[in-house]
């Protein structure tokens, strides 16, 4: 038997506003409401509710034998309470059919890793609450930004309590082996889940693409690839938004999702699991990642976030904010430093521009220069730099010791 695994990330960030120098100690808003709503709203309209009523349609359709997994970012959530609450009742509705397995993440959809260990975990633990709340669910596996992952990452998320966790199915580290079975990572032994991009990329970027050879793709076309792939399991792993956002309805790709699950399910050989079935399988060998990768752009490594100047400079200030974070002991700019971590903010200074990253730009509201989205964020940092330090001086100078600037 070949089990089908369909997951999807679920994620919008919290924007920010156009943030000049002037603005630097005036008490001005980081984020933009008004851009994140309508952004979320549209998205809503063309993405997230018929994509939910379509699969709840097909989960009840085939009794069960169609199943789905997700993960849901925090500041997705956020926005949906805010803008709109009935999406939190429609994915509970999913969750409550039993065929939808849950994936927890870092709340902000953050590089909290590469910042701290005791900040990942914090932001874990805060995922794992909100899921607790919203869904009744306590999730068993792990997926990391963007897929990001590494030995260490594998041993702290199995620390956290998890029996598996998503990477990436690359060649680099998988050799002449093949992203179809279950593994495990090497030294903690945690059930390795991999990606199998050229399958997963072929409906979330090449779905609507003209000059492709395989254009139009069609369910039954694409349910005969999985039955000939070799392999126990199969995991399509994608954005949300590619049902409806990055693939507009017009190019049929509801459709497709429509008709897939009769064309896949017509293979004695195949079937859909939810991600949590996997761990019950057997790994087959043991994959060594000591270095970082991830699913984001061709590279597959952190080049989308810290391969230029600009980004690293960036990512390097925010870093160090983290002691004065938790010296301010101020909740209020702790949630402005940790919405700042989400990956979006960091790759919008990215200068790759590979047809890949044109799914990113979408949602950016910096499309026009990555150079723009870097003196926005470091003008943001500059301010809240500002704020900490108002915040630590009068509480330390009782001491005697008067905290400098970064």
């Known amino acids: 038997m070949t089990h089908v695994v369909m997951y999807f990330h679920v994620h919008q960030p919290h924007r920010l506003r156009q943030y000049s120098v002037f603005d630097i100690g005036n008490g001005t808003e980081y984020f933009d409401k008004k851009l994140n709503k309508e952004i979320f709203l549209r998205a809503a309209r063309k993405c997230y509710f018929p994509s939910n009523r379509l699969l709840l349609d097909l989960i009840e359709k085939y009794e069960g034998k169609f199943k789905v997994s997700f993960s849901i970012t ?17 994915f509970q509705d999913l969750v409550k059919t039993g065929h939808v397995d849950l994936l927890d993440e870092t709340y902000y959809h953050s590089l909290a890793y590469l910042i701290s260990e005791e900040e990942f975990k914090e932001q874990v633990k805060m995922h794992r609450k909100l899921f607790k709340e919203l869904f009744n669910y306590k999730p068993k596996v792990f997926r990391n930004t963007e897929a990001m992952y590494s030995n260490d990452i594998a041993r702290t998320v199995k620390d956290l309590g998890y029996k598996g966790i998503v990477a990436e199915g690359w060649h680099s580290y998988l050799g002449w082996r093949s992203p179809n079975y279950v593994y495990q990572a090497k030294g903690s032994k945690i059930k390795l889940f991999l990606r199998n991009y050229k399958l997963s990329d072929d409906i979330s970027f090449r779905f609507s693409t003209p000059y492709w050879e395989e254009f139009p793709l069609t369910a039954d076309k694409y ?31 509801f459709d497709f999702m429509r ?16 991600i949590n079935e996997l761990i019950k399988m057997k790994a087959v060998d043991e994959i060594d990642v000591p270095y970082y990768s991830s699913w984001a ?6 080049s989308a976030w810290l391969g230029n100047e600009m980004q690293k400079t960036a990512f390097n200030k925010l870093k160090a904010l983290e002691s004065y974070v938790k010296r301010a002991r101020d909740i209020k700019l702790k949630e402005a430093w940790r919405r700042l971590q989400t990956s979006d903010h960091i790759y919008y200074m990215c ?40 915040k630590i001086i009068p509480r330390e100078s009782e001491y005697g010791e008067i905290p400098t600037s970064l």
């Open 74 to 90: 925090g500041t997705w959530i956020e926005q949906a309470q805010e803008f709109e609450p009935e999406l939190i009742q429609s």
């Open 223 to 253: 349910a005969a690839w999985l039955a000939a792939s070799p392999g126990e399991v199969i995991n399509l792993f994608m954005d949300y938004e590619t049902f409806g956002e990055h693939q507009w309805k017009e190019t049929g790709i």
């Open 259 to 274: 008709h897939l699950p009769e064309h896949v399910l017509a293979y004695e050989h195949l079937d859909f699991v939810g």
């Open 297 to 302: 752009d061709m590279d597959r490594d952190l």
């Open 351 to 390: 200068t790759k521009w590979w047809s890949d990253g044109d799914i990113h730009k979408y949602f950016s509201e910096h499309v026009e220069s990555p150079y723009y989205a870097f003196m926005n964020f470091m003008n943001v940092l500059q301010d809240l730099e500002g704020k900490l330090m108002a």
